[in-house]
């Protein structure tokens, strides 16, 4: 049974998996914390855990390094999406469901749970500061492209490299890009809370389709 199981709802928690979940929980809070406030490459392992109390080596039982663990909300991410995409009725209009799943997140109804936006915050700010952070977070944003074209591409019935898949799932992408510069508020550019950004989505989405019926 792993974590991931858990939290794509393949196995119902018990009580020892919801222990398990909550320590990993305490390990990104504290990584995010150290390494925004200290810096990535000043953080150890040693602090995280200590913070997070536990050993050194129950790290390792969680995340294989330290760019994983400041990573981990994209990891959520993508089991959330999977999981909210299942749950979308098939219409036929796949950039339709893919934000409405995404909305589903951002308002918590999620079948793995909520998605919190202040911790992509903290983490986009980790991953600006640390080279390593960066590149392992490409290769983490390409799991994510990927993980969401194979789930578009079986609701559709159709092979992963169908071109209608890519623009379906590269638009939806747009969207979220261009949303994401509207969430942000305040000096600081502080993201905004999980409600203003699902309704920033759907007006998003809403002027997409103006468009798109006007063209």
Do not use: H
Not at 108 to 128: H, K, S, Y
Not at 141 to 165: H, L, N, Q
């Amino acid at each position: 049974m792993t974590l991931a199981e858990v939290r794509t709802g393949q196995v119902k928690a018990g009580l020892r998996e919801r222990k398990k979940l909550q320590t990993r929980d305490r390990l990104i809070t504290a990584a995010l914390d150290l390494c925004d406030r200290q810096g990535f490459e000043s953080t150890t392992v040693d602090q995280i855990s200590d913070v997070a109390d536990i050993s050194p080596r129950t790290f390792n039982r969680y995340f294989a390094t330290k760019e994983d663990v400041v990573l981990a909300p994209v990891e959520d991410m993508i089991a959330s999406m999977a999981a909210s995409l299942d749950a979308q009725p098939k219409t036929g209009n796949e950039i339709e469901a893919l934000v409405n799943a995404q909305v589903q997140i951002l308002d918590g109804r999620c079948p793995v749970g909520a998605v919190d936006l202040t911790r992509f915050e903290t983490m986009n700010r980790i991953i600006q500061n640390a080279p390593s952070v960066n590149a392992r977070s490409i290769e983490l944003g390409d799991k994510k492209f990927r993980s969401i074209t194979t789930k578009v591409a079986e609701r559709m019935g159709v092979d992963p490299d169908d071109p209608r898949v890519r623009v379906i799932v590269s638009v939806f992408t747009s969207l979220i890009r261009i949303s994401m510069d509207r969430w942000r508020c305040g000096p600081a550019g502080d993201v905004a809370d999980s409600a203003v950004a699902g309704e920033t989505l759907k007006a998003t989405y809403k002027t997409f389709c103006e468009i798109a019926r006007s063209v």
